[in-house]
């Protein structure tokens, strides 16, 4: 007997029902706001107006085109699993696109091989408005629609999606856009999320903000920055990122459905790398112009070799450091990227046949000790860690020290009080760990005082 496992959404696709519709009823359908074009788990426009020139013209000539498939939810809404790009062409020709940003709202024909006295034509052409636009409107497309009040899974869209677009061309394999579609999470969406900020675009981001980012790098490259920060310690000694991760990442945010208190974290520690980032550099073309090798370029963004360090450089970085010695750090950064021979280690380039292949610690630490240890060995600024303190003839020699008395409530310290050692001048404030820059404190005094200075 055979034991193969049969994929689920093949079970279930005889509950999609097949028909012919016009385009003037998807039309109605989609002015009524009964269809969504554009449901999160679709990439942004990739068509062009030369190939939608040519959909319409296959309509014109009454030339089959290939079938879209639709999901309907129980409220009778539609939403597009595939076949957005043929009817954005139609809509879009029709001067009846809505609340969808695109370049092929009325359109003009271009590139037409048969029909080429309709080239530089719209819709309004009096061809069109006699004849041609009814001809369109009555076109119909063999519609697929999987109907979920007949008991079709809502996850069963994704595989659909696809096992629609994963062996053609159209969506890039191992990529944000394939993942976001069949792994559609809270995860997914905080990234897009971000890519969506000026904090993004003016710090790390490798295009300009007006660039049309049709598949999804933006994303890519989050996805990428978190999966490496995530997994530094694991990925430090190779010198690459395998995408097996970051599809690993996606799938366990997907399968363990990770909360809002969890993203929340991800999201606030991300975004304080780019604002760390963006503290030092000022921008992403700043940035991207430091290792700009050439001078007749005058803008230039930063590369992914370069984005790898950078962001796990700053992932752990002290604001309140770098907002200090800000322009000393910057000046020294700058200094350091104008040497060829640092810019080829830390990006890891080619030169002449050989590539360069240093580990991300390698490149991670070259730049910090180069940089940020620099500052701080100028200044004798120490990187403490956060250290749990015990030590029982410490606390004797602290005691003594502050005459038994809590230095924040100036009140006795019984043997019988919950006390804590903590730092008089916080870590955050480069304080350090060292017997003199400690104090024992109650419990409750040292959780009210937070990071503030006290003195004894």
Same mark, same amino acid.
């Given at each position: ?14 509950? *999609?029902?097949?028909?012919?519709? #016009? ?20 990439? @942004? ?8 020139? *040519?959909?319409? &013209? ?20 539609? &939403? ?18 809505? *609340? ?17 006295? $309709? ?31 007949? *008991? ?12 629609? /677009? ?36 003016? %710090? ?42 970051? $599809? ?15 993203? /929340? #974290?991800?999201?606030? /520690? ?23 090798? /050439? ?20 992932? &752990? ?24 021979? @640092? ?13 360069? @292949? ?21 200044? =004798? ?6 250290? %749990? ?13 502050? =005459? ?21 001048? %916080? ?18 005094? =040292?959780?009210?005082?937070? @990071? ?5």
């Amino acid at each position: 007997m055979d034991t193969t496992t049969i994929d689920k959404s093949l079970l279930q696709l005889k509950q *999609g029902t097949s028909s012919d519709t #016009s385009i003037k009823t998807l039309l109605r359908f989609y002015l009524d706001d009964n269809i969504n074009l554009r449901p999160n788990y679709q990439r @942004n426009e990739v068509i062009n107006r030369q190939k939608a020139s *040519g959909i319409i &013209e296959s309509a014109v000539l009454g030339i089959p085109l290939p079938p879209i498939y639709l999901f309907k939810d129980k409220e009778g809404k539609l &939403e597009v699993i595939d076949g957005q790009q043929r009817l954005i062409s139609f809509f879009g020709f029709l001067g009846q696109l809505k *609340g969808v940003k695109t370049k092929l709202n009325g359109f003009n024909l271009i590139g037409l091989d048969i029909l080429t006295n $309709l080239n530089g034509l719209d819709h309004n052409h009096e061809y069109f408005k006699v004849v041609l636009n009814d001809k369109l409107l009555d076109f119909t497309l063999k519609t697929f629609t999987f109907d979920e009040e007949k *008991g079709f899974e809502q996850s069963l869209k994704y595989e659909i999606f696809e096992r629609l /677009n994963k062996n053609p061309f159209p969506i890039k394999a191992n990529s944000f856009e394939l993942w976001n579609c069949i792994y559609l999470s809270d995860f997914t969406r905080l990234i897009k999320k971000i890519v969506k900020t000026d904090l993004f675009h003016t %710090s790390i981001s490798r295009k300009s903000a007006n660039t049309d980012d049709l598949r999804m790098d933006n994303e890519n490259d989050v996805l990428r920055f978190i999966t490496l920060i995530n997994n530094y310690e694991e990925l430090k000694d190779k010198n690459h990122l395998p995408k097996s991760l970051m $599809l690993q990442s996606v799938k366990t945010h997907f399968e363990n459905k990770t909360t809002n208190l969890e993203l /929340n #974290s991800l999201e606030k /520690n991300f975004t304080n790398t780019l604002k760390r980032i963006k503290l030092i550099f000022g921008s992403n073309i700043i940035l991207g112009q430091l290792v700009n090798e /050439n001078p007749s370029r005058k803008k230039v963004y930063p590369n992914l070799t370069l984005l790898d360090v950078i962001t796990v450089l700053f992932s &752990e970085e002290n604001e309140k450091f770098l907002q200090k010695y800000r322009d000393e750090i910057y000046d020294i950064f700058e200094n350091f990227f104008s040497d060829e021979t @640092n810019r080829a280690f830390i990006q890891n380039s080619k030169r002449g046949k050989l590539r360069i @292949n240093n580990t991300f610690a390698d490149r991670v630490d070259f730049l910090k000790s180069a940089t940020l240890d620099s500052v701080r060995k100028k200044y =004798n600024i120490e990187k403490s860690i956060r250290i %749990s303190i015990r030590d029982k003839t410490l606390e004797d020699k602290l005691l003594e020290k502050q =005459n038994g008395l809590c230095p924040y409530c100036k009140n006795q310290i019984r043997t019988t009080d919950d006390y804590e050692i903590d730092h008089l001048q %916080s870590l955050d404030d480069f304080g350090n760990n060292d017997e003199i820059n400690l104090a024992i404190l109650h419990q409750s005094c =040292n959780r009210e005082k937070s @990071n503030r200075k006290i003195l004894i």
